[in-house]
């Protein structure tokens, strides 16, 4: 349970200030955006998972009555050269990201985008890409980071060079490659007398959000565009598709819609620079909008990737050494995830001796893309496995050995950071006195798992304007879309600095023309660092209020003090609102703003304690009870932070048992409706108990920490350790589907 603090509005649970909307209909998403004259988009993809594009004929879709607009990777500005350009604050390859938009030369991977379609209605548009004749030379495929590896892989972009091969003389398709040390690995090892070494392979996943990508697009007479859409990222979407247009980015507006989840997803500019050329063309606005095909195929799912891990330890339960080599899919371009996967595997615990050794390889899949903690769930399903292991064949108690190699302030992890204050220890000693950790196990095949998992947040730039009214509420203004409430947790943070109900605050997500640069909704930032910025805001109110009461006073505003929304001197005294009601006539109503890039985002673990069934007959796994720990430095708003712990739970139980990217020889993926890719639904897990551990981040004046990350690392991890608990069999591949289990158990049975 969260603890107040000391806090007047930190800590307590206000209704969300976007519920009655979204409870009563009167949300605005993507699709509901209809400007006059709209056109329907569709897109035309590719049917190969890897093929040089010889020809394309539209002519006759051209000719189809009702259409509007054809355009094709050669109404594009020319690929561009090889370089790499500002996006947000990230940079892109402007060659590759404008090929991912629609392909010239090659298709990389099925439901890669060769053409699209802007006609009256969306059942002409469909009519009219399948008009369009798309003549193919097909090339070999490769689907794994394994297979993208092999001597005899076919090379995705034979421009590519990695210092891992041949001294960075050769095309390859490993797109990235890091190395960290620290200690000597050998000595380590050899001073284990324990040490445990297994391989990993984990699925394709997809983040599974509710609304699908979707975008209108308005090309102005006055050469501006105009883009509603889903999205985490306004800004990064903005210079994405102004890079891909080749105009300056002043010239593009993104008005953020209400957003039906994205978890990671929803950062890239799919579809919204081919609904501005279609636009263009047109000469009227353009909507796209996926199905749900089309989003699991062609947009970005988080990456699969093998792992080898080895651990060694002493007979004592001191960790000795370790080793991990992580190879992560990258898709179509790069963007593997195996840099923070290699940060986060050996975070939670103090090992003198580590090594890590990542690489990135292109493979034909969509590109992939964030999905809560991007990269540490794969790590964290080898490393927490093999750990537990270690415990089982040490005869030690698996929490106490986690305590005592557990990281703490001023551990330095493998990658080289040195740990502030953070909550490791704490999220541990509340596994193990928590009454689910105690309680006894009943009936046969049934087991109990553990694991923990770190994630690194992130600060990143964010502005954020207050205006205060003449009736002492105030408007606030920020460029973060809303995802999981960060409207109020925000608000929820200048509230407290300035003493007044967040009742009195009306938080809104503006275009990218009304706001400064704000970095994505994402990487568990948003409550963090916009809330900084909302804070920093506040306080620039605070001062001009002290200023405005002592120039009514006619005191020295060093004389005149706030305190819990009251301007006061020795003499005088006025609340907020009494004052706001001033500003009119002493110098107008006043503007706090702010815009930052923060530091001392802390970091963040989470842990789980699961109890499953396995049926021996069919290998099916009920999960019996589910409780999730987290330090979340202060919960701002208990209630948010609860849900977004059992959010990524459940997402977490999905990724250990059912989800995957199902894909067939020809590359092609098999299951992309939701009736064949299973998430978990009501029916498949408890409701999940949460446990909010606080311990105050120092690089946030109310401690705050990221919530959203982590609370997916763990899950896969504590089932796979459950489920040996029960049946004494280590799963090593994810999902943990019936299948696989009842080869494991009838295997054991042979033996």
């Known amino acids: 349970m969260s603890q107040n603090n000391g806090y007047s509005v930190i800590g307590t649970r206000p209704i969300r200030h976007d519920g009655i909307d979204k409870v009563t209909g009167d949300a605005k998403y993507g699709a509901d955006i209809f400007p006059r004259g709209v056109l329907y988009g569709k897109i035309l993809r590719s049917p190969y998972a890897h093929a040089i594009i010889k020809s394309i004929d539209v002519s006759a879709a051209k000719k189809l009555q009702g259409v509007k607009a054809i355009v094709t990777g050669n109404d594009l500005l020319p690929p561009g050269e090889d370089k790499e350009i500002k996006v947000g604050e990230a940079t892109k390859n402007l060659k590759y990201i404008r090929e991912a938009t629609l392909a010239t ?29 798309v003549t193919y030379e097909q090339i070999s495929h490769s689907l794994t980071a394994l297979d993208g590896i092999k001597k005899d892989a076919a090379i995705l972009h034979p421009d590519t060079r990695s210092k891992a091969v041949e001294n960075g003389t050769k095309s390859t398709n490993i797109e990235d490659h890091l190395i960290h040390e620290k200690g000597d690995i050998e000595k380590g090892f050899a001073e284990a007398d324990i040490i445990i070494e297994r391989e990993f392979n984990t699925s394709t996943v997809h983040q599974g959000y509710i609304e699908p990508h979707n975008t209108t697009v308005k090309w102005t007479n006055d050469e501006r565009v105009q883009i509603w859409c889903s999205t985490q990222g306004p800004f990064d979407i903005r210079d994405e598709t102004a890079a891909i247009l080749g105009i300056p980015v002043s010239k593009v507006k993104l008005t953020p819609m209400e957003i039906g989840g994205g978890f990671g997803g929803k950062f890239s500019a799919y579809a919204s620079p081919v609904a501005a050329h279609l636009s263009r063309k047109s000469g009227h606005p353009v909507r796209i909008i996926h199905t ?23 007979k004592e339960g001191k960790i000795t050494a370790a080793y991990a080599y992580l190879a992560y899919e990258a898709g179509a371009y790069p963007d593997s995830m195996v840099s923070a996967g290699s940060q986060c595997i050996f975070a939670s615990y103090e090992i003198p ?21 991007p990269g540490a769930t794969n790590a964290a399903f080898a490393s927490e496995t093999i750990i537990d292991e270690i415990c089982t064949n040490l005869k030690i108690d698996p929490v106490e ?74 408007g606030l203004v920020e460029g973060s879309p809303d995802i999981g409430g960060t409207r109020t947790s925000i608000a929820m943070q200048a509230a407290e600095v300035l003493g007044i109900p967040v009742e009195d605050f009306n938080p809104m997500v503006v275009d990218t023309d009304t706001v400064g640069f704000t970095e994505v909704t994402g990487l568990s930032r948003t409550t963090f660092a916009t809330g900084l910025a909302a804070i920093e805001s506040a306080r620039d109110v605070k001062t001009q209020m002290i200023q405005r009461a002592a120039k009514i006073w006619d005191v020295d505003q060093k004389s005149v003090s706030y305190e819990n929304g009251f301007i006061k001197t020795s003499k005088h005294q006025m609340s907020f609102k009494e004052l706001a009601g001033e500003l009119g006539s002493t110098g107008g109503l006043i503007v706090g703003k702010s815009t930052i890039t923060p530091a001392g985002e802390g970091g963040a ?22 409780t999730a720990i987290q330090d979340v430095g202060t919960a701002v708003h208990p209630s948010y932070v609860e849900g977004q712990m059992q959010g990524g739970s459940v997402q977490g139980i999905g990724w250990a048992l059912n989800e995957e990217y199902f894909m067939t020889d020809e590359g092609r993926m098999a299951n992309s409706t939701l009736l064949d890719y299973r998430m978990p639904i009501a029916m498949d897990v408890p409701l999940i108990d949460t446990v909010i551990v606080e311990v105050p981040n120092p690089g946030h004046p109310y401690g705050v920490r990221g919530v959203g990350e982590v609370n997916i690392v763990p899950p896969p991890a504590a089932i796979a350790n459950a489920i040996n608990n029960a049946m004494g069999l280590r799963m090593t591949e994810l999902p943990m589907k019936p299948n696989k289990l009842i080869e494991l158990i009838w295997g054991n049975k042979q033996k």
């Open 353 to 373: 001796n580590a090594k890590v050794e990542g690489i990135g390889v292109h493979v034909n899949k969509p590109s992939t893309a964030a999905y809560r903690a």
């Open 605 to 626: 673990f989470a842990g789980n304690i699961v109890d499953i069934k396995v049926d021996p007959e069919t290998g099916k796994i009920d999960i019996l009870r589910f």
């Open 105 to 133: 030369k090659k298709v990389l991977y099925p439901g890669h985008p060769v053409a699209a379609v802007a006609a009256d209605n969306p059942h002409i548009a469909e009519e009219a890409i399948s008009l369009i004749k």
């Open 292 to 314: 749900r095909a089309e989003d699991l195929e062609a947009t970005g799912p988080t990456p699969g990737s093998y792992i080898k891990c080895k651990i060694g330890a002493s």
């Open 401 to 474: 050995f986690r305590l005592q190699n557990a990281s703490k302030e001023g551990t330095r992890r493998v990658d080289g950071p040195i740990f502030p204050k953070i909550g490791c220890v704490e999220v541990l000693e509340s596994i193990k006195n928590h009454p689910h950790y105690q309680a006894p196990l009943e009936g046969e095949n049934v087991g109990r798992g553990i694991a923990i998992g770190f994630w690194f947040n992130y600060g990143g730039q964010s502005s954020c304007t207050i205006n205060v009214n003449s009736d002492g509420t105030c």
